[in-house]
C-alpha cells in the first residue's frame, strides 16, 4: 500500500543554520506533496506545498524540492529561528485521494 | 467562516465502553479526513471520505471503529469496545479540493481509554 517516509525523526540545529528534512513515498502516482508544520498541542497547518509537475517551489525562508524520478522530497529551512520548532510532517496523495502522512520530524531550534 | 470543530475536546472512558466523535467540516468541504495521532506519533490514516463516493476506509484499524458522514457536512467517528490502545487524539480535517488542496484541522480530541 501507500508509504511514506521521513527522515530524520530528530534534528536539533543552531539558530542561523539550514534544516533539511527528507520524505520518500511510495506511489509512483502520488502528484501532491505538502508539508505541515505542528507546534506542541496546537493543530497542523499546511507551511508549503509541490505538485509534481514542479521540481521545486520557495516561499521566503522555506524552499521544498522534488525528485519523482527517485521518489523523494525535501523541506529546505533556511536561516532558522526558535520560533521555527515544532514538528515538520511530510506528505504524499494521488489527486482526488487520501493523504499519507509521513512519522514527523522534530526540529529544535537552539539561540 | 468557522473553522474545523471537534467535539468533545476531551474524552475519558472505561476499556470497553463505545465512544462516539463528531466532526463539523468548513462549509462547503467535500473532503473530509480522520486521523490518529498517538502521542510523539505521526499522523496515522483513518478514512476519507469525498462528496458522495464511497469513502475509503482502508485505514481503520478494526472493525471496531466506523465512520459516517451525512452528505458534506458532519461526521462521527465510533469506536466501539474501546481498548487502551485506542487512547490517542483523533483529528478530522477537510479540504475544498481533494488531494490537491490544504487541509484545515481541527484541534482534535483526545481520548483516554482507562
Known amino acids: 500500500g501507500e508509504n511514506v517516509e521521513q527522515h530524520p525523526s530528530t534534528l536539533s540545529v543552531q539558530e542561523g543554520d539550514s534544516a533539511v528534512i527528507k520524505c520518500t513515498y511510495s506511489?509512483?502516482?502520488?502528484?501532491?506533496f505538502p508539508w505541515y508544520k505542528q507546534e506542541l498541542g496546537k493543530r497542523p497547518q499546511l507551511i508549503i506545498d509541490?505538485?509534481?509537475?514542479?521540481g521545486e517551489k520557495k516561499d521566503q525562508r522555506i524552499a521544498v524540492t522534488l525528485n519523482k524520478t527517485a521518489k523523494h522530497f525535501s523541506l529546505h529551512i533556511t536561516e532558522t529561528q526558535p520560533e521555527d520548532s515544532a514538528v515538520y510532517f511530510c506528505?504524499?496523495?494521488?489527486?482526488?485521494?487520501?493523504?499519507?502522512f509521513g512519522q514527523g520530524t522534530e526540529l529544535s531550534v537552539k539561540p | 467562516g468557522a473553522g474545523v470543530s471537534q467535539s468533545p475536546s476531551n474524552k475519558v472512558t472505561e476499556k470497553g465502553k463505545d465512544v462516539e466523535l463528531r466532526c463539523d467540516p468548513i462549509s462547503g468541504h467535500t473532503a473530509l479526513y480522520w486521523y490518529r495521532q498517538r502521542l510523539g506519533q505521526g499522523l496515522e490514516f483513518l478514512i476519507y471520505f469525498q462528496g458522495n463516493s464511497a469513502p475509503d476506509k482502508s485505514g481503520l484499524p478494526s472493525d471496531r471503529f466506523s465512520a459516517e458522514r451525512t452528505g458534506e457536512s458532519v461526521s462521527t467517528l465510533t469506536i466501539q469496545r474501546t481498548q487502551q490502545e485506542d487512547s490517542a487524539v483523533y483529528l478530522c480535517?477537510?479540504?475544498?479540493?481533494?488531494?490537491?488542496?490544504?487541509?484545515?484541522f481541527g484541534s482534535g480530541t483526545q481520548l483516554s481509554v482507562l
Open positions: 509541490i505538485r509534481s509537475n514542479v
Open positions: 480535517a477537510s479540504s475544498s479540493d481533494p488531494g490537491s488542496e490544504k487541509l484545515f
Open positions: 506528505a504524499a496523495s494521488i489527486q482526488g485521494g487520501k493523504l499519507i
Open positions: 506511489d509512483s502516482a502520488s502528484n501532491y
